[in-house]
């Protein structure tokens, strides 16, 4: 392997974990954060939400898991 593609791949594999990096903080901030919790609404709006949370936040988990998982060919550890 030449040089420049050893700076290359090096390049991507950085910037690959930066990205990997980003996308990991932002769903572990919304799934911290408040999300969509409803301050003194109504019954409806309030059960229209928790529906919603049960709906998206096991999709987030599943694909921060996914992309995780596919992340270990390049991102060993």
Known sequence: MSIINRD????????????MDQAYDAVVKLLTSDWMMGDEIGDRRSRELTRIRHIYVPELILRLHVMLYASREHVPG
């Open 8 to 19: 290359i791949r090096a390049t991507w594999l950085s910037d690959y974990k930066g990205l």
